[in-house]
């Protein structure tokens, strides 16, 4: 199978595109009319708010004009996008991600009006703000409430992401993750699987892997140098001390905080947020520490599934999460091939371990224990 991905951009570069073909919810080629001013909720305050980085190549289709870069250059660019400015782009990998994320606000205005503890996404790109409108005006044609943008003409804009309060960044560029993950923020390589997987429109679900995304890398670790074995007794022996937190910790701990916002008002069983933490640990061997390390947290998590090596993908179909996140390609492509969304969340140790290639089968323990 093959994730449609962009190549990692130069500082040049343009933010332009991931995926290589229109994806599938809707025919976005009808003509759109000039943006007009709609009656929106008032944006919440950053720091009140769980800020969403998202780059304009995951919320939308921009191959076509990816090529055009590409093959003409800058200023062929730019004037295509002028002259095609009401002309929406199709959805990209995030979209559905972005509506759901809505959905959970519409819900917690029912409940709380005055409350600015809520989603906010923020459009995060590297173009040129000639580009501006066409954006503005596909996001008004889609019915998503943006009202945030952050467009760098050419310049990386990952130096933003702070000053946002940024909790999460989604992106097609690995080079651009790396460098929000070395600033302590939460991010993630997302790629467009072939087939995508229909989601639910009122509940937003969310799987994490749990070595070196929700944990640290530390038990990996003690499985590359000393092997299963000695990982087993390692995680035996430290089943009640907790493991240090990985890059996404904070993302869960974010959604958490929503959680219980519906719970105080008795919609435990009907919350508009799950999460799942789907994991190649085995539940006997090595699964207490995690759900004890959860517990030290003050975390809860929804679903837990310890699938002992066995492949992702299946039970992520099953699922149909919005978004999975996970430290090895070898279980990003496995999921996406089943249908899933998947972002790779470049850290920790197995990141400097040589692959075989993205297609190539890793046969290693090391990819069955994260």
């Not at 959805?91 to 972005?98: L, Q, T």
């Not at 530390?218 to 022996?237: T, V």
Request: hydrophobic fraction near 35%; aromatic fraction near 8%; charge should be negative.
């Amino acid at each position: 199978m093959s994730l449609r991905n962009c190549h990692t951009l130069t500082s040049n570069e343009q933010d332009l595109t991931s995926s290589s073909s229109q994806a599938p919810w809707e025919d976005a080629g009808t003509v759109l009319k000039p943006s007009t001013l709609t009656r929106k909720p008032k944006p919440p305050k950053p720091e009140n708010a769980i800020t969403i980085g998202v780059s304009a190549r995951v919320l939308f289709n921009m191959e076509k004009e990816q090529q055009i870069y590409e093959q003409q250059g800058m200023e062929e660019y730019i004037k295509y996008q002028v002259e095609h400015e009401t002309q929406p782009f199709s959805p990209g990998p995030a979209f559905s991600f972005v509506k759901a994320l809505e959905a959970v606000n519409t819900r917690l205005r029912e409940l709380y009006p005055e409350s600015e503890e809520l989603f906010d996404v923020v459009l995060m790109t590297n173009n040129h703000a000639y580009v501006g409108l066409r954006l503005i005006n596909t996001i008004n044609h889609h019915k998503l409430f943006i009202e945030r943008f952050c467009m760098t003409g050419g310049n990386s804009p990952i130096g933003y992401l702070k000053a946002y309060h940024t909790n999460l960044y989604l992106s097609a560029d690995p080079a651009k993750v790396r460098e929000a993950l070395e600033e302590g923020i939460a991010a993630a390589t997302m790629f467009t699987p072939e087939k995508i997987t229909e989601v639910s429109e009122t509940q937003l679900r969310v799987a994490f892997d749990g070595d070196a995304v929700l944990f640290s890398d530390e038990s990996e670790r003690i499985y590359k140098a000393h092997g299963l074995d000695k990982f087993f007794e390692h995680e035996k022996a430290h089943e009640n001390k907790p493991l240090d937190h990985g890059p996404l910790k904070g993302f869960l701990e974010a959604l958490g905080k929503l959680q219980k916002r519906f719970y105080g008002k008795g919609q435990r069983m009907d919350c508009p947020i799950r999460t799942y933490l789907v994991t190649a640990r085995s539940a006997a061997s090595s699964g207490t520490r995690a759900l004890k390390t959860l517990r030290s947290w003050g975390l809860e998590i929804d679903e837990a599934l310890f699938l002992a090596g066995a492949p992702k993908g299946p039970m992520l179909e099953k699922i149909r999460p919005h978004i999975f996140f996970d430290d090895q390609m070898f279980h990003v492509e496995g999921a996406a091939e089943m249908g899933t969304v998947a972002c790779h969340v470049p850290y920790g140790i197995a990141q400097r371990i040589t692959k075989k290639g993205i297609n190539g089968k890793e046969t290693s323990l090391a990819a069955q224990e994260s």
